[in-house]
């Protein structure tokens, strides 16, 4: 009787979330798109007045001199620059803090996220906090905290998979918690984005494999999830079609230019979609599983996504028989049971082809019923799911996802 109760209520939350969806405005940010466009982009900040900003990056990027291109326009545009590059994989309250800190020591006016989700995310927040004094990160977890606009914001994405530089979140770690949240407002969104798949060319195929299912996630979860729309259906549809024509042409060869561009594509529609639709159960084990163990984002959703189809079972069938006639691997009249199958098998295939496990060694028995608790604490009444999990199906989806020496 309790667990019906509960259930109501998640639907309940549910049906408010999905009437306020149609109130709330989600702008897009102006595209700069193709190769060589991050020379462009100094002009646009110039042209807005904007003579300082911090640039937001990761180490890896400035030692590899992948930034250099961007911060030459700057300075032939007249702008000064600062880097901040000490962002970690899961960006930290004290990574957004430390940001904070460079930016206003240094009298920047605007702010460039350069890198990837971990980058972008950290640049909103430092953003945010710029804009909110008076608000420390916390308490600007969930939706509509951020109340002042944040300073002239733009996003130059190296991986395509997160399509963080279309969305109204940011992921945060609290590592005094030991939690990620989430930090969802439409101020967050930047002014302009780079897609320029010449900054994609280095990446390792490892990254682009599991970057590459991040974006397929964020489709999959958005077509599935209860808050759709017709325009997200389409985002996330075209999404799944290229992602299935592309990926894994980039990932045997990286220097594809046009695949790399069709995957920076796919990310920025993924985006667009689960942006305006939230995410869903994936997202909740990959989020709590890297705060756990260190295990990346993208690698944890492209194991755990083929599980959770599957425990979402008949509820899903039509939605995924859809997906897999967008994505081209089935016909309009076939059996949609056989669609949905064939959609889930694909997924699988495309895994094993890019030699990503159906495991994630790093999980620990003994840890699954707090994994378990928190996973549920996330997603519930948060997520918009098709088909609500209890706690014992939950440990039942981490049992499977022990490597299989840990399951004796």
């Not at 901040?84 to 930016?103: A, K, S």
Request: charged share 20%; glycine share 8%.
């Amino acid at each position: 009787m309790i667990w019906f109760a509960k259930k109501r209520i998640f639907r309940l939350y549910t049906m408010v979330m999905k009437n306020a969806s149609k109130i709330v405005k989600i702008p897009d940010p102006a595209l700069l798109t193709g190769p060589g466009t991050v020379k462009m982009l100094a002009e646009k900040i110039r042209e807005q007045g904007i003579r300082n900003v911090l640039v937001v990056t990761d180490e890896t990027l400035t030692k590899l001199k992948l930034t250099s291109t961007f911060l030459n326009s700057l300075e032939e545009q007249g702008i000064k620059y600062t880097i901040f590059d000490n962002v970690q994989p899961n960006p930290t309250i004290e990574n957004v803090e430390e940001g904070l800190r460079v930016y206003r020591d240094n009298k920047c006016t605007a702010i460039v996220a350069f890198g990837g989700g971990s980058p972008i995310d950290c640049a909103k927040i430092i953003g945010a906090r710029v804009a909110n004094p008076f608000m420390k990160v916390r308490m600007m977890k969930g939706p509509f905290k951020v109340f002042v606009p944040i300073p002239p914001f733009f996003c130059i994405p190296t991986t395509a998979g997160t399509g963080s530089e279309t969305t109204v979140v940011a992921v945060i770690t609290d590592l005094d918690k030991h939690e990620k949240f989430v930090i969802s407002n439409a101020k967050l969104v930047p002014q302009i984005a780079v897609l320029d798949p010449e900054l994609m060319i280095g990446l390792p195929p490892h990254i682009t494999s599991i970057t590459g299912m991040d974006a397929l996630t964020h489709a999959v979860e958005s077509y599935l999830g209860l808050l759709g729309s017709e325009i997200t259906d389409e985002y996330a549809e075209k999404a799944v079609k290229l992602i299935f024509e592309n990926l894994e042409l980039v990932y045997r060869n990286g220097e594809n230019i046009q695949a790399r561009m069709n995957m920076a594509m796919a990310s920025y529609y993924g985006g667009a979609a689960f942006t305006r639709t939230s995410v869903g159960y994936v997202h909740a084990f990959a989020h709590n599983i890297g705060v756990f163990y260190g295990v990346p984002h993208g690698l944890a959703n492209a194991v755990i996504l083929p599980y959770i189809l599957e425990f979402y079972g008949d509820s899903v069938v039509d939605n995924l028989a859809d997906l897999a006639i967008a994505g081209g691997i089935g016909k309009i009249g076939e059996p949609s049971s056989e669609l949905s199958s064939r959609f889930i098998s694909h997924i699988k295939s495309l895994n094993e082809k890019m030699n990503i496990p159906t495991f994630i060694k790093e999980i620990k028995k003994d840890d699954i019923p707090l994994i378990a608790k928190k996973i549920l604490g996330e997603a519930h009444p948060n997520y918009p799911v098709p088909k609500i999990m209890n706690d014992n199906e939950c440990r039942k989806i981490l049992y499977k996802l022990l490597e299989p020496k840990n399951k004796k």
